[in-house]
């Protein structure tokens, strides 16, 4: 007789619903935010020096590569895969912002295979390398070259460039 009219309660869905859409819509947002700052110019560096430049021949003294690891591997996909590792030691006075590598494929004494690779380049996550620091650094590299047989690889320094004054 007395009863009170029952009030339709909001299902749950619909109360998290709303905050679940704003903490999608932000998650968005911050992913495309970011990746704004990961696309980095991969343009050809200027300035960089190479041998028979004289600052090259006068600095490489002081640019060292140490500890170089080289190890196969296989990536998620199963595929075969060439770690590259080391130490870039700057002993000098100058600060460096880009260094390359020199990495060499053989099968015994043949080389095979031979291309560069740029591990410090200017960017939001390399940070320069000071005079008397180090910095270590590793690539992997995915395009193994055909007919190398896994025998040998080898890596070098083959350019470096001074950071300009800021």
């Given amino acids: 007789m007395f009863e009170q009219p029952q009030q339709k309660q909001k299902s749950l869905i619909w109360k998290i619903l709303p905050l679940a859409l704003i903490i999608f819509a932000l998650l968005v947002v911050g992913a495309i ?48 895969i060439v770690k590259f590792a080391g130490l870039i030691e700057n002993g000098g006075e100058k600060t460096l912002d880009v260094v390359e590598i020199k990495l060499s494929f053989f ?22 390398i000071p005079p008397l620091t180090n910095r270590s650094f590793s690539l992997y590299f995915e395009k193994i070259p055909e007919g190398w047989k896994a025998s040998h690889a080898e ?12």
């Fill in 107 to 128: 099968n015994y004494d043949e080389l095979v295979w031979e291309t560069s690779k740029t591990p410090i380049r200017p960017g939001p996550y390399t940070p320069v």
């Fill in 33 to 80: 935010y970011l990746t704004q700052f990961d696309k980095v110019d991969l343009e050809e560096l200027s300035g960089v020096l190479y041998e028979g430049n004289p600052d090259f021949d006068w600095y490489k003294k002081y640019v060292v590569l140490r500890d170089p690891k080289i190890e196969m591997g296989l990536n998620f996909a199963g595929k075969r």
């Fill in 155 to 166: 890596m070098a320094l083959l350019g470096f460039r001074f950071a300009q004054s800021q």
